[in-house]
């Protein structure tokens, strides 16, 4: 990707994950896969709502920065681990969006949707067990073979996509059936879609958005 877009793009992205309480002071990050050699990442301890393009550090899939760059997120290994697993990943965010991230410290499992729109755009979603931030790049490898969102337990959730937008939009159905699911508890119950009804839905998303 053009590497002036790509730092305008992040700098887009945090601004709204920002202004929309999905990644409040230092928290969240982002990347974008430059080519097959680089990726462009948010630097650690800014803010998303906050970021200037041309201090994004450039790092290699090995994890180098460049002398003079600013050092990069502290979850960076865990963008590169799954650039190294999704070659068809092009853009990651990771955020703590309060909805789904109550959820995630309430114990819910999202192994069952409530909202048909939100299903195709999310699919399936894997939870991961509570970790330590070091450890949190050997948890991904696994599920992300499988599953474009990740909610890590007790901390918040992961996105990916084809391209940065995907990822957000990823990250914003979720929130946003995070948040539809905690008005359904606090007016009765949640009423969940059937496993048919999501098979149906998977076939649904084949014919029309592939
Ligand atoms: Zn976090």
Redesign the pocket.
């Known amino acids: 990707m053009d590497e002036v877009l790509a730092r305008k793009e992040i700098v887009k992205i945090g601004e709204r994950l920002y202004h929309h309480g999905y990644a409040l002071a230092n ?2 990050n982002i990347s974008i896969r430059l080519s097959s050699r680089e990726v462009l990442i948010t630097p650690t301890g800014e803010c998303l709502g906050d970021l200037a393009a041309e201090e994004l550090p450039k790092v290699s899939m090995s994890g180098k920065v460049k002398p003079g760059e600013r050092r990069p997120s502290a ?1 960076l290994m865990s963008h590169l681990n799954i650039y190294h697993e999704r070659t068809d990943v092009n853009g990651i965010i ?1 955020a ?1 969006p309060p909805y789904a991230t109550g959820l995630a410290i309430a114990g819910e499992t999202f192994d069952k949707f409530a909202h048909p729109e939100t299903y195709c755009v999310v699919g399936r979603v894997a939870v991961l067990p509570y970790a330590t931030p070091d450890d949190n790049p050997k948890l991904v490898n696994e599920p992300i073979q499988h599953h474009d969102v990740l909610v ?1 337990t007790n ?2 959730v992961l996105t990916v996509g084809t391209t940065l937008k995907q990822a957000h939009f990823k990250m914003e159905s979720l929130e946003m059936l995070a948040h539809a699911m905690t008005v359904a508890k606090i007016h009765g119950a949640i009423h969940y879609l059937s496993e048919a009804d999501l098979k149906l839905l998977d076939e649904f998303k084949k014919r029309h958005i592939g």
Do not use: P, R
Request: charge should be negative; charged fraction near 10%; hydrophobic fraction near 10%.
């Open positions: 928290g969240g979850e990771h703590h890590m901390h918040g």
